[in-house]
């Protein structure tokens, strides 16, 4: 593939250290490459190197000539004074911008529903980003590099974006530069995967590649990590669980990276479910009782300061959440997702309905604010948590707040550094142990991904696990609802509904709520638009009925395993019986997932 743009033997420092000591990168025609790594450890740096906005030191940055190269970092660039619409098309008449395709979709994605004539001044900090990717997308540019682009998108934008990356890149044309935290997008879009980490021996961070999108990285880099145990046996750990947890989702997670699926099970054979559902339950309840909070024919109305009627916001809402609960909160941006919180913590009062809540309840709340830590900002990490209770329970094994701390991503120099000095994911990590540590049995957290790295939220999750309470989450991180929450419910026209089909079934619902104005209607194959309605839906039970027979097949080769494991080494007839029985439970899991592939190709 011809080369579009790349850095030869990078080197640039700060007087506080070396960030890249002679780091060799390219992109091709058709790259679309994700940037993962600790914050910190400068992928923000090496995407703005490539982009043309930071020198290296030495070294060089090559383009082919006539490269038109877009980027979008995390600073607002918009001019306050200019309107919407200048912003997104400039002096363009109307009737030029509308007739592309491109630009329509673009707007009906991002935009459609901030005034077209408003001043950039008035938009709020997430409208102004929107606005800022969509003039980017609509622009013609032969490499796209985006910082964090997922940022103050809901899931329907998210998946929007998704899709239009992947259709703008479809005949293999430009390239793609993408820093993201949200690894649910980073395995829809990317192809390749470049992790920017620190390695032993080497001055500043180094880039390492690997194929295919995040669950593809997180087997590769268990490979690796397992080859260097001795070093990295804390991750290794930590990414074996979550690629058994990326092993035992749909079929379809698992088809799309370019690795044998045999190596994955093989790597996994011995590492437990993410979390004992059963025994946690049975903790939550002796904990917190059989009453947790129950909202009961609850509605909320706020009144407009225009004088016109008051704006409903959420209705009729029935909710008894039970103790050891785990739940998702789904919702557009203004559904009423923070009102629900606020019914459920007490700070919102409903205005017809009632709020019951257990006599044992103790609620806590990560919220978006860390307004908790301003009042200690002048003390060292140290002092903070040595304020706290002496130890910890997890998994049954003792841990002191600074081992906690150090399991999410602190060293152990920075425990000396003041709380006002610590960097947007570090003031993120201390706020969730100090809610953790203050011993709730339920637990709210919302938008718990801001400003935090790949390598915080696998640990986050990894901390979750093993904590027993009611669980309830409220995030636009795809990846991080499913994989820590066991049920979802979303706010639809004020109105909280169950998904039995988890986030799948709320862009269904919500692309058929809101229409082809705000979320384009997701482009059919050709077989999916000669079935017809009782067609499709027998597709989609027998797909059900097949994830149904992979997850007792699952537990019958598992079965089959302790079997030959148990069973006398010296019988060989024995063994060659148990191996035969296994060898055809496998083909039987080899035969469902392949007609799954072929029924979920009728639905794409």
Same mark, same amino acid.
């Given at each position: ?14 007087? !506080? ?73 400039? @002096? ?29 001044? +008035? ?24 910082? =964090?682009?997922?940022? *103050? ?10 899709? *239009? ?22 395995? =829809? ?5 470049? @992790? ?11 880039? @390492? ?44 997670? +698992? ?23 059963? @025994? ?55 559904? #009423? ?58 998994? #049954?094994?003792?841990? !002191? ?52 790295? +790949? ?20 995030? *636009? ?41 705000? +979320? ?42 302790? =079997? ?7 019988? *060989? ?32």
């Amino acid at each position: 593939m011809a080369h579009l743009l790349g850095g030869e033997t990078l080197h640039l420092e700060y007087p !506080t250290g070396v960030v890249f000591d002679s780091v060799t990168v390219g992109v091709s025609e058709g790259d679309r490459i994700g940037i993962v790594g600790r914050n910190g450890d400068g992928k923000s740096t090496l995407l703005g190197m490539l982009t043309g906005r930071i020198a290296p030191h030495a070294g060089r940055v090559t383009q082919r000539s006539g490269l038109r190269v877009g980027s979008l970092d995390q600073t607002d660039t918009l001019d306050p004074e200019h309107t919407v619409a200048w912003s997104l098309v400039g @002096e363009r008449p109307e009737h030029e911008w509308a007739g592309d395709a491109r630009i329509r979709d673009v707007i009906g994605g991002l935009v459609a529903d901030i005034p077209f004539d408003a001043p950039v001044s +008035t938009l709020s900090g997430g409208q102004r980003r929107r606005v800022q990717l969509a003039a980017l997308l609509i622009d013609d540019w032969d490499v796209i590099a985006l910082d =964090e682009p997922t940022n *103050h998108l809901d899931i329907q934008g998210i998946t929007w974006l998704a899709e *239009h990356i992947k259709g703008r890149w479809a005949r293999g044309a430009g390239g793609l530069l993408l820093i993201t935290h949200d690894r649910w997008f980073l395995d =829809e879009v990317a192809t390749t995967t470049w @992790e920017v980490h620190p390695a032993p021996g080497v001055r500043g961070s180094i880039v @390492e590649p690997f194929e295919g999108g995040y669950a593809a990285y997180v087997l590769q880099r268990v490979e690796r990590d397992r080859q260097a145990a001795s070093i990295e046996a804390k991750r290794q750990n930590l990414m074996r669980k979550e690629l058994a947890w990326l092993r035992r989702g749909a079929p379809a997670r +698992t088809s799309k990276p370019k690795f044998r699926i045999d190596a994955a099970n093989a790597l996994i054979s011995d590492v437990p479910p993410p979390r004992n559902s059963v @025994e946690l339950s049975r903790l939550a309840t002796a904990r917190l009782g059989k009453d947790v909070v129950d909202l009961l024919d609850v509605s909320v109305t706020y009144p407009r300061p225009d004088g016109s009627p008051d704006r409903e916001v959420l209705r009729d809402i029935e909710w008894r959440i039970g103790p050891g609960e785990r739940t998702g909160i789904l919702g557009a941006n203004g559904a #009423g997702k923070s009102t629900l919180l606020g019914l459920i913590a007490g700070t919102v009062t409903p205005t017809s309905g009632r709020v019951k809540r257990g006599k044992t309840v103790r609620l806590s709340v990560l919220d978006q604010q860390s307004g908790e830590l301003d009042a200690v900002s002048g003390d060292m990490v140290r002092e903070v948590v040595g304020r706290l209770q002496t130890s910890y329970q997890i998994d #049954g094994k003792d841990f !002191t707040p600074a081992q906690l701390l150090e399991r999410l991503g602190f060293a152990r120099d920075q425990l000396s550094t003041r709380v006002g000095q610590l960097s947007g994911g570090q003031r993120r990590r201390l706020q969730l142990l100090l809610v953790i540590l203050s011993e709730p049995n339920v637990l709210i957290l919302d938008e718990p991904t801001n400003d935090v790295d +790949t390598d915080m939220l696998t640990a986050t999750e990894d901390l979750l696990d093993s904590w027993p309470g009611t669980l309830i989450v409220v995030s *636009h991180d795809r990846y991080l609802l499913e994989r820590v929450t066991d049920q979802q419910y979303a706010i639809l026209d004020g109105r909280l509904r169950h998904l039995p089909g988890g986030v799948d079934e709320y862009l269904r619902l919500s692309a058929r709520q809101t229409g082809p104005t705000t +979320t384009p209607a997701p482009r059919e194959s050709p077989a999916a638009q000669g079935l017809s309605g009782a067609e499709l839906r027998n597709v989609e039970k027998e797909i059900s009925s097949i994830d149904r027979s992979l997850a007792k097949l699952a537990d019958r080769i598992s079965g089959k395993h302790d =079997e030959l494991a148990a069973h006398d080494q010296s019988d *060989h007839v024995g063994l060659g019986r148990l191996t035969g029985e296994l060898r055809e439970l496998e083909a039987q899991v080899a035969d469902l997932e392949a007609r799954w592939l072929e029924l979920s190709e009728q639905l794409e």
